[in-house]
């Protein structure tokens, strides 16, 4: 039996743009694409996790399992906890169900990551970029890392920040943030115990609760991917991405 369980948390009453999980992209469900992904990995079950029954029959139409979670989640970590409760794998991975473009390696090298460093609570991704225009955007997750690859923070502000703009110091990436996440059973059980943290109330990021309460984060380094959709402009993004690098 595997020891990984992968959940895709997949709220259909978003607030941006509601039912984004089941738009039609090039053919398929945005969720499909994360559905295909996960399942493309091998490392085991692949769980949808909604509050909305829509959704559990759209993806039995193409194959994938998907449960229905209380209302009393609060966010895609609560989702992933409440459908992996009963389940015996001691890893569990959360994959975002707007994220069409993951790409199957991300998932491998998020859960190699955890099964491999056993100082890791809990393991994510991200991926070096430039400085340009992308990286103000408060929208675009920003992690600082140390030398070993453990999450010392992350933000929606540009950090570092860069005070002396020498050429060694303008070539230096931005770590982008992928908001997968993989998890000790231990470590998610005492995630979703703890109280909203002062740093994750000002940046509304719930990673900061974990390093807060002194949890490890360490990420794996991964190539770039397409958008993820959190608006009716993303899915059109989506498309022309789509069609430009899958087609």
């Not at 169900?97 to 993951?102: K, T």
């Not at 340009?132 to 923070?153: F, H, S």
Request: charged fraction near 25%; proline fraction near 6%; hydrophobic fraction near 40%.
């Amino acid at each position: 039996m595997s020891e990984v369980l992968i959940v895709i948390p997949a709220r259909y009453g978003s607030s941006r743009l509601p039912g984004k999980i089941l738009k039609p992209l090039c053919g398929k469900p945005v969720i499909q694409h994360v559905y295909e992904a996960c399942k493309n990995t091998g490392l085991g079950d692949v769980l949808i996790a909604t509050e909305e029954p829509l959704v559990v029959d759209a993806c039995a139409k193409f194959g994938a399992r998907a449960v229905l979670t209380g209302e009393a989640c609060k966010s895609g970590t609560d989702r992933v906890f409440e459908a992996s409760q009963n389940r015996p794998e001691n890893l569990i991975i959360n994959v975002q169900g707007d994220e069409p473009f993951i790409q199957t390696e991300t998932v491998l090298a998020v859960a190699n990551l955890l099964k491999n460093d056993p100082s890791c609570d809990i393991s994510t991704a991200a991926f070096a970029r430039a400085d340009d225009e992308q990286v103000d955007n408060p929208n675009i997750v920003k992690a600082v890392l140390a030398k070993d690859g453990r999450a010392l923070y992350f933000s929606r502000s540009r950090v570092p920040y860069k005070r002396e703009k020498t050429e060694e110091n303008l070539r230096a990436p931005y770590w982008h943030h992928c908001g997968i996440y993989g998890y000790r059973r231990a470590a998610l059980e005492r995630f979703v115990k703890l109280p909203e943290s002062p740093l994750e109330k000002l940046e509304r990021l719930e990673q900061l609760r974990a390093l807060e309460d002194g949890m490890v984060i360490k990420c794996a380094e991964i190539a770039p991917s397409g958008p993820a959709i959190d608006t009716a402009e993303d899915l059109a993004a989506a498309e022309a991405y789509y069609l430009k690098h899958r087609a």
